[in-house]
């Protein structure tokens, strides 16, 4: 009878713990709209303004990107330009003045312009010649002229040219009659770093003497090289170099005796380096299994100085005044997206200058990504970025997508994406594959789909498939895949060739036909042309056979999944016709497909009323066809 009573009691003390237990973040979880997901502001830049009480910035809080100051001591960002059609990217306030540099294309055809914003208000096109490319890349050292590029002489090549600030007048510095990069121009202006293709991973390095028109080769055996930065005095080229290793280190080559010597190495790919304006710090980073580590280091001492922190964020960015006190970051993570802040040097005080997500939304509802790494189909190790719902249980397990990021040689990273994230609110999981071929893990990975897309890339994302089945939270009869550009090739080239595998695909502007699209590749791309068709194939030769064979539009007969397709129609690298030709194609089979295309978005949609409407339409198409599995008929095209 004690025995029965104790069990009784204790019973009872359990059931109480069980009513007082605290609700988890699945029961309390708010699920939003799209509209409130895209109201997470995004902010881009930061020039400090010549006296350094304001920042410039690019921001998409309109609907469209625009130019916005921010006091550094904090208050309201203040709109600059007001575009309501092509978005405004902020390059630069001048170095002496408050006037303002800006880029803009028309509509995303990536035919970009130069514009300066003079203090009166009045904006005037610098390169203004219809047709022709140009991108800022430098201002002089003396501040009296920027360097820029342009295709304006010959679409195929990017010449550089120097912008003299009082008068505004061009003046071609060098003629790039060779297909050259143009990289950096040194601090006296007699040199200009140029790097030229081989591979898309392999590149030459040359420094090209601007006063004898000498030409220098810097690398002595093939590997990855890229130009970063001159020493402040101009003595030496510091540059990236996957020479005898499997990740890029920096290099540092003086040019006087012409010697080198290794200046920084890590595990990871060493991304980019460059020195501060006076020389005082030399800024790197490292793109670490996916994210930026960021060290600073004191050119005096070789220490790195410690950057500020912020709770459960990553620094992303960062950039410095021209008198060094001050310094901007970015700070976020896969959760959250990234404010921008200011950090004293000599106080060590920071400020928070903007608060991007949406006051609507609470941040615990929303999910922080963990890397994962499977094995394939061979045995390699796959890198991943799963983003697991908080809904997401054993007992209620949630559908998924594999999702795989353009390139081909791109690659997944731990930032945030609205998008993304709205999804999984939504209660989809999210695997972020990093299949081989994608950059970050080594030059013999980033090599390893070269003549073989479609192929063993494929099965990486199909084995990334089977890793979401095997988890108790995930619904392995539901999984889908989904990606943009190459990833919208993988789409498709997996309801092709994989037909059962995946349940939907959603492909935003994916590549459908090779031969066309290697054969229509933009003329500013000559410089890489060859590269590309080394990698992916010559159209103009033998390779077309194999093309047409990995070409998913070749054989949409095969195709018996659902299926929707996004597309803008100012794409110059993905066609219009390459979507138009699929949905075509896949309608022939009685498949359920749907197409949304928008006439004002070029390679990706970045007008956020376009975003809005392709989101909600990919996850009502998810809803329909994924989720709960329903045999609807076929819908009307949205456009």
């Known amino acids: 009878?004690?025995?029965?009573l104790a069990i009784a009691l204790i019973t009872s003390i359990w059931a109480c713990k069980e009513e007082k237990k605290e609700p988890s973040v699945a029961d309390t979880m708010k699920t939003y709209s799209i509209s409130q997901m895209m109201d997470n502001e995004s902010i881009a830049?930061?020039?400090?303004?010549?006296d350094k009480s304001k920042l410039l910035v690019s921001s998409n809080r309109s609907g469209i990107y625009n130019m916005y100051t921010i006091p550094t001591s904090g208050g309201e960002m203040m709109p600059v330009t007001q575009s309501d059609s092509s978005s405004v990217f902020a390059i630069s306030y001048f170095p002496n003045d408050e006037r303002m540099l800006f880029r803009m294309d028309n509509n995303g055809?990536?035919?970009y312009h130069i514009f300066v914003r003079d203090t009166d208000g009045n904006h005037k096109d610098l390169t203004p010649e219809e047709g022709a490319r140009s991108l800022f890349y430098q201002w002089s050292?003396?501040?009296?002229?920027?360097f820029y590029g342009s295709n304006e002489r010959d679409s195929r090549f990017m010449d550089l040219y120097k912008m003299d600030l009082e008068t505004m007048d061009p003046e071609m510095v060098y003629q790039n009659d060779d297909g050259y990069d143009v990289g950096v121009v040194s601090p006296d202006e007699k040199y200009v770093a140029l790097s030229k293709s081989i591979n898309t991973n392999d590149s030459d390095l040359f420094l090209y003497n601007l006063e004898s028109d000498e030409l220098m080769k810097i690398n002595k055996s093939q590997s990855g090289n890229s130009p970063q930065d001159f020493a402040p005095d101009g003595s030496a080229l510091y540059y990236t170099t996957d020479d005898g290793s499997e990740f890029s280190y920096l290099m540092k080559y003086t040019i006087a005796d012409e010697s080198y010597e290794k200046s920084l190495v890590r595990d990871w790919d060493i991304s980019g380096s460059y020195f501060t304006q006076n020389g005082t710090y030399q800024v790197t980073y490292i793109n670490e299994d996916a994210k930026n580590t960021i060290e600073v280091m004191e050119v005096a001492t070789g220490e790195n100085i410690d950057l500020p922190t912020v709770e459960n964020m990553d620094i992303t960015s960062v950039s410095f005044s021209d008198d060094e006190t001050m310094m901007r970051f970015y700070a976020g993570g896969s959760q959250t997206p990234s404010n921008l802040y200011v950090y004293d040097l000599e106080t060590k005080e920071q400020k928070k200058l903007t608060d991007v997500l949406n006051p609507e939304i609470q941040g615990q509802d929303l999910v922080k990504a963990e890397v994962i790494r499977y094995k394939s189909f061979d045995g390699l190790e796959i890198p991943a970025i799963y983003y697991k719902p908080h809904q997401a249980t054993e007992e209620n397990p949630a559908p998924a997508l594999v999702w795989v990021h353009g390139g081909p040689g791109g690659q997944s990273r731990q930032n945030f994406s609205s998008f993304i994230q709205y999804l999984v609110n939504h209660g989809y999981a999210v695997l972020a594959v990093n299949?081989?071929?994608?950059?970050?893990?080594g030059k013999t990975f980033y090599q390893m789909d070269d003549l073989n897309h479609g192929d063993k890339d494929l099965k990486d994302c199909v084995e990334g498939k089977?890793?979401?089945?095997?988890?108790?939270?995930?619904?392995?009869?539901?999984?889908g895949i989904i990606g943009g550009s190459y990833g919208g090739y993988m789409t498709m080239a997996a309801l092709t060739y994989t037909p059962e595998e995946f349940d939907v695909g959603v492909n935003l502007f994916g590549v459908t036909n090779w031969i066309r699209t290697l054969k229509s590749i933009p003329p500013w791309w000559e410089s890489f042309k060859d590269a590309l068709y080394k990698e992916l194939g010559d159209p103009y030769s033998a390779d077309?056979?194999?093309?047409?064979q990995i070409s998913p539009l070749f054989h949409t007969d095969k195709v018996t999944k659902p299926l929707i397709v996004l597309q803008g129609s100012q794409d110059p690298r993905v066609l219009q016709a390459e979507s138009d030709e699929i949905v075509a194609g896949v309608r022939k089979n009685g498949v359920p497909v749907e197409y949304v295309l928008f006439e004002d978005e070029g390679h990706g949609f970045v007008k956020k009323e376009n975003q809005i409407t392709a989101y909600s339409k990919i996850l009502e198409f998810l809803d329909e066809y994924l989720k709960e599995e329903k045999s609807t008929p076929i819908k009307e095209d949205s456009k």
């Not at 299949?435 to 893990?441: A, C, D, V």
């Not at 089977?466 to 999984?479: F, R, S, T, V």
């Open 544 to 548: 077309s056979v194999r093309l047409k």
């Open 109 to 111: 055809d990536e035919i």
């Open 141 to 146: 050292e003396d501040k009296s002229a920027f």
């Open 466 to 479: 089977n890793w979401l089945a095997q988890q108790p939270e995930i619904d392995g009869e539901k999984i």
């Open 1 to 4: 009878m004690k025995k029965l």
């Open 45 to 50: 830049g930061g020039s400090f303004s010549p």
């Open 435 to 441: 299949n081989r071929g994608s950059s970050g893990y």
